[in-house]
């Protein structure tokens, strides 16, 4: 074992590998292994200018034991920066430890159950390895697989966007792996004071274990991981954006209500509903076209028979005040002008088997690589002409994961890496051929919606939606889990569809009441936004092409006016509420941009001193200022809610509680319980 101090940083040799650990910002250290001759160098997510030449290396003599009862002088090695410690033993194994007030308390430790490298008297013979390396046959790369200790009691919270019920992760397997409405953004943030990103895009595995924690990936030249010690919730977000990325300074005029369906079919079908917004006195800040309104797929332009002039469309929304938000998807059909061109020029995902296809819906089609600088030029130019030169404001990425035919990761390759090294960035890497170029072109803060993210993606004016999920109340409960998580992984800016993606019968007392439950929690979150694919799908198609703008099916109305004058009026309402808390949200997202808090935020952000608030998941705080308490199941008119330390006023009635107590709460259809604090 090779100890070597190379100024701020610690180098540590043994057996081929070389492990790099180096201060990397406040309170935190970048831990690198390679099993190469040299460090890719990957930024990765950690793409911020932070101090580094920090922190102290010590290298120095301890005595080891090294089984069978013998001990012995053994060189070991600690890197300290702030609050975080790390000590590096005899045989290359990492303790990590938060330092509070000159204390010392451990709070990670890699997994080792081998001869020679056991932390204390207790030797094991299973030979199961801390960083176990496996060469892929037929390849250069390696599999990785890393073990920490699991710690007993410990809370696990962010990692993105997973579709069940869970907030806490201790206990889950978590698939490092984009999907439609699972979005894997690997930052967690524990109870024991410390925050961790996998720096890696790899596909792979996490499992947060009860005997154990590992860590994943199936092809890769590195391992990358980022760590940081801070005091509270807050301050480590704070740190993990430092390194990683700010997020904008999000627009006032997108704060109030976004409309959505699928899908507008005509300009007409879109001035329809403007006009009547307008008619009714509410302002629509943002109206989106929906997919299918091109010829095929990778046309990347509206379908001049039912578009003819999208441009008079737009100019007409913008003089009512409403933005125009567009659809565009990566995929390219063959039938496309821009297919064998792109296929030519390396601009789209390769197979690695077989046909050249990657996605299947609608027809035959190849995703773009949007590795490739040269493909995110190609695909921009196109759609700065066909759109954003039209007025179009900014662009609804949708399949952004991308949405594969077969998810096997193994089969596609990019202009980078194999999918099975970096597939995990493919979202953020689609959002910047937009961002990178829109954001050149005005001074106005870039605001595109997608269906995935990644570490860091916050930095590039993506408000990330939880995707097509179904119309229940199950599933509206994981919603604000995945935001939640979203948001302690640094994604502030996140959405949902208000009622669920997919509906099969619009006039449902059952599903109407689910929808304004989901619209009373959307007031309180950070975009409000109407979607859905609504059923029954009874409307004919405008035409029997098998392609173009006219020949798929559209759902039924979303617009709040939709559902009935109760409904109508409930809505309108919260509305009201909305527009009164401009003020509010603004000063909400400008502490996102400022330290990465979400807008949405677990009970525990605002009190990590109060044990029972790491227990919470279905209540959360929007912002330091309201407690919000959702309706979660059918024909509930009431709930408890807890409220933590202070006082609260219900918003219903005015009514004045005092904290650190359960308050049994009414719940009418008319009103979700919400208590604003007392400060």
């Known amino acids: 074992m090779l100890f070597v101090k190379d100024e701020y940083s610690l180098v540590v040799k043994h057996q081929g590998e070389t492990l790099r650990i180096e201060p990397w910002g406040k309170n935190a250290l970048r831990v690198r292994a390679t099993m190469f001759p040299t460090f890719t160098d990957k930024a990765w997510a950690l793409t911020e200018e932070v101090e580094k030449n920090i922190g102290e290396v010590k290298i120095y003599e301890e005595t080891c034991y090294m089984g069978d009862g013998y001990f012995a002088p053994r060189q070991v090695a600690t890197v300290t920066n702030g609050k975080i410690k790390v000590h590096v033993n005899h045989a290359g194994i990492l303790s990590f430890f938060k330092i509070d007030n000159g204390e010392e308390k451990l709070i990670l430790r890699e997994y080792f159950r081998s001869y020679g490298g056991t932390i204390s008297k207790e030797s094991r013979c299973t030979k199961v390895i801390n960083r176990e390396w496996k060469g892929i046959i037929g390849g250069c790369d390696y599999s990785l697989n890393l073990k920490f200790e699991s710690n007993e009691g410990e809370k696990i919270f962010g990692m993105g966007q997973y579709q069940q019920p869970y907030m806490d992760l201790k206990g889950s397997i978590l698939e490092l792996a984009q999907r439609n409405s699972q979005v894997s953004v690997p930052f967690y943030t524990s109870s024991l004071g410390y925050g961790m990103l996998w720096n890696n895009p790899a596909v792979g595995q996490v499992t947060f274990g009860r005997n154990y924690t590992e860590w994943i990936a199936r092809s890769t030249k590195d391992m990358d991981y980022w760590i940081t010690a801070d005091d509270t919730p807050k301050a480590i977000l704070s740190n993990y954006v430092d390194a990683t990325g700010h997020s904008s300074k999000f627009p006032e005029d997108l704060m109030g209500l976004w409309q959505c369906k699928l899908r507008y079919r005509t300009p007409e079908e879109v001035l329809e509903v403007a006009h009547k917004y307008a008619d009714m006195g509410i302002k629509l800040d943002q109206i989106v076209i929906d997919f299918f309104h091109w010829p095929v797929q990778g046309d990347w332009k509206f379908d001049d028979m039912y578009w003819p002039n999208p441009k008079a469309m737009i100019d007409e929304l913008h003089e009512m005040g409403i933005k125009v ?355």
């Open 325 to 679: 938000i567009v659809s565009v998807w990566p995929s390219v059909d063959r039938r496309s002008e821009n297919f064998w061109n792109m296929l030519e020029h390396g601009m789209l995902i390769k197979t690695e088997r077989g046909a050249a296809q990657t996605y299947d819906f609608q027809g035959d089609c190849v995703e773009i690589d949007a590795f490739n600088p040269a493909t995110r030029k190609y695909v921009w130019e196109i759609c700065k002409k066909n759109y954003y030169d039209l007025g179009v404001d900014a662009f609804w990425l949708d399949n952004s994961e991308p949405d594969y035919g077969v998810y096997d990761f193994d089969h596609y390759r990019y202009y980078d890496a194999p999918a099975l090294q970096v597939s995990n960035m493919y979202p953020q890497m689609y959002s910047r051929a937009y961002y990178d170029e829109m954001s050149k072109l005005s001074d106005r803060p870039v605001v595109n919606l997608l269906r995935s993210a990644w570490a860091g993606s916050q930095k590039y004016g993506n408000v990330v939606w939880s995707g097509d999920v179904p119309s229940t109340f199950e599933a509206f409960y994981d919603q604000v889990q995945c935001g939640l998580n979203m948001g302690m992984a640094g994604i502030a800016w996140w959405t949902t569809d208000i009622g669920g993606f997919m509906t099969d019968d619009v006039n449902d007392p059952d599903f109407r009441q689910l929808l304004i439950r989901w619209y009373q929690f959307a007031v309180y979150s950070a975009v409000l936004r109407m979607h859905g694919d609504r059923g029954p799908f009874n409307i004919p198609a405008l035409d029997n092409r098998s392609f173009g703008g006219g020949y798929l099916h559209t759902g039924q109305p979303t617009e709040i006016w939709a559902y009935g004058e109760d409904n109508f009026k409930i809505m309108r309402d919260y509305l009201d509420i909305r527009f009164a808390m401009k003020d509010y949200i603004k000063s909400l997202y400008d502490e996102a941009a400022e330290n990465g808090s979400p807008l949405i935020r677990t009970m525990f952000y605002e009190f990590p001193e109060d044990a029972k608030c790491w227990e919470l998941q279905d209540q959360y705080m929007f912002g330091a200022k309201y407690l919000v308490a959702p309706i979660f199941k059918l024909n509930q008119f009431e709930r408890e809610v807890y409220l933590p330390a202070g006082q609260w006023k219900l918003t219903g009635d005015g009514t004045v509680y005092d904290g650190g107590q359960v308050v049994k709460v009414a719940a009418p259809i008319e009103y979700m319980p919400v208590f604003e604090r007392i400060l």
